[in-house]
């Protein structure tokens, strides 16, 4: 369709005094893949920038809100803005009390609830930082709570703790581990298959270590109570130059998942040493998040359910970076995110809303 | 250049009443990339047809040009036409007593050779079959001599021996080793690497087989006094799905050179044995050759050369298959085969030319 478009650059009316589920059917109807959010960033902008106690910063396709009410304590509550690419599951459907639709679990469900408090709880007994954001979904250096930590760090690091509402089944999901991604190198000599003993087998060489990342046993770390399960595992192995050629190179890319209470370099350490015969180049490094349970006592509290570990690496880290505790608290079953059939429950969306509602009240 | 060529069809010129070196040259200098046979096939077969004891036949861009004189035996020359994609290295150069360039070692100095003998012998002491045949360098099922073999069988399967003038530095390559290529495939469980226990990693348990195939001792089988060495090696091993998934499969592909004494089935089952718990999928079995020495005696001595086994696969196979004996004789160093810097002493040109010569007369 090559017409002019007459809705292009006009911003979608969302209404924050609608219920939740309502809104959570709003943003579902407001496709934002990643990288397209800014229909939908404008409507959150516009509706928030409508309510008088709220600062409103726009960065990127990203949306912060502040109350200044000179609270002792400053809470982040966030939420990003962007989804996977659409599977034929727009627009949203109301069905067995579930919100059916693109992102309706990951994590617009989440958006919804956090622009219900911010219009129905004017004067918190905190004072909040909404965060709505761009590029969760894709590379890292996209991400627009990462841009926003670069850009504008005094938006987000004065708080003291933050709520991340990915979906976590209206639970409590504390902490993240840290991820560490190396390549194992295993070297040897090409040769012609037909003279194979001329040459050194590198596939052959790299049977120890899979064996020993077989034989690896991970460790279980407890912080705060949490119990964070370790992994290392192989996630690709490559070798092979012709059909008739003995390779000279196997690559075994590992993959660490370790407990928030290590460091990257620990973590980087710890894998050298369990290969130190090898090549290990490593490519990626990030810490975890700790729990800091013991920071957010009044907030657990309100939520009413029993902290878990998180074992997956979620944004929480970057707060954490930041020196700011963060947990995962969010409607919706986190299993089914990126699936075309995603949906978040209306039980879900009622209960987070009231819970977090009944912490700033 | 969109010009009418001039030269569009016409044949080259091949001067078989030429020096070998000037013959080599005169090769080199028609192009003849595999595919790209057409104006050297048909300067070969004008070539050969100007020859009244030659009875000539075309296949394809492949030439047959047959002695018919009721002698007791009948033996093949064959060499062939193409060559892989050029690389600079064209026109030909003599210098230091070497040809120089595209194809001169592989094998354009075994075709002139031959072209030679076919023009200087016109009556052989046994009758003589001359194949001169396109794509060998590529893929089996377009290769000449399998066409021939397919198509017109009567005109090579008649024959008591056969001699592939392949680059063998001057001296005989006898029989050749057998190939198998299968895939051993891994099973496991994909998971999410953050809950790494929860799936079971192929490329873990990848682990035994590329160990087993470390362990393995190939044999060494003497036949007629040669020295076949077996060889078994991974040649690949492919796993991974994503950074963060525990890969659900593994795939390590071995490729099997064995003595041809042994059948593609008796490789298989070899294979199939050492692995007996996973799945193992042939994808390439051809057999070898038997040197078949006993058969061949009078030529080995004449050639004057003591035979040594050949161990990458040949063509020599083609003819063990249709009950030809075969062996590999040729000017030129086999490792220069396919290098930019091929050529072939002018040494090896006139050896070979002088004891085929004797030999046939």
């Not at 309510?51 to 809470?75: K, M, Y």
């Amino acid at each position: 369709m090559s017409a002019p478009d007459p809705d292009r650059g006009r911003v979608p009316d969302l209404d924050l005094s609608s219920d939740v589920v309502a809104l959570t059917r709003a943003l579902v109807d407001i496709p934002s893949e990643s990288g397209d959010e800014r229909p939908l960033a404008d409507a959150v902008e516009a509706a928030l920038r409508a309510l008088p106690h709220l600062t409103v910063e726009r960065i990127g396709n990203s949306v912060v809100a502040r109350t200044d009410l000179g609270r002792p304590q400053r809470a982040v509550l966030a939420g990003h803005l962007d989804t996977v690419p659409a599977a034929g599951n727009l627009p949203s459907v109301l069905r067995d009390d579930r919100v059916h639709g693109l992102g309706a679990c990951d994590m617009k469900g989440g958006v919804a609830v956090a622009l219900r408090l911010a219009v129905t709880v004017p004067a918190p007994t905190r004072d909040l930082t909404y965060v709505f954001y761009e590029c969760e979904e894709v590379e890292g250096d996209r991400n627009g709570l990462h841009r926003i930590a670069a850009e504008r760090p005094e938006l987000i690091e004065d708080a003291d703790l933050a709520v991340l509402m990915e979906p976590s089944d209206a639970g409590i999901e504390a902490g993240c581990q840290g991820v560490l991604s190396a390549d194992i190198v295993v070297r040897g000599e090409r040769a012609h298959t037909a003279r194979a003993w001329m040459g050194t087998n590198a596939a052959h060489l790299a049977a120890p270590v899979l064996q020993r990342l077989a034989d690896h046993t991970s460790e279980r770390v407890v912080i705060d109570g949490l119990e964070y399960r370790e992994g290392l595992s192989a996630v690709a192995v490559r070798a092979g130059v012709a059909g008739n050629v003995v390779p000279d190179e196997c690559v075994i890319t590992v993959n660490s998942r370790f407990a928030p209470s290590r460091s990257p370099e620990e973590a980087e350490a710890y894998v050298r040493k369990l290969f130190p015969e090898y090549e290990v180049r490593v490519t990626e490094a990030v810490p975890g998040a700790l729990p800091g349970l013991d920071r957010i006592t009044d907030l657990v509290a309100a939520l009413g359910a029993t902290p878990r570990p998180k074992l997956g690496w979620t944004d929480v880290a970057r707060f954490s970076s930041l020196g700011v505790p963060a947990l995962n608290y969010g409607p919706g079953d986190p299993t089914l995110a990126h699936t075309a059939g995603e949906y978040v429950p209306v039980a879900h969306l009622r209960e987070c809303e009231e819970r977090l509602r009944r912490w700033l009240r």
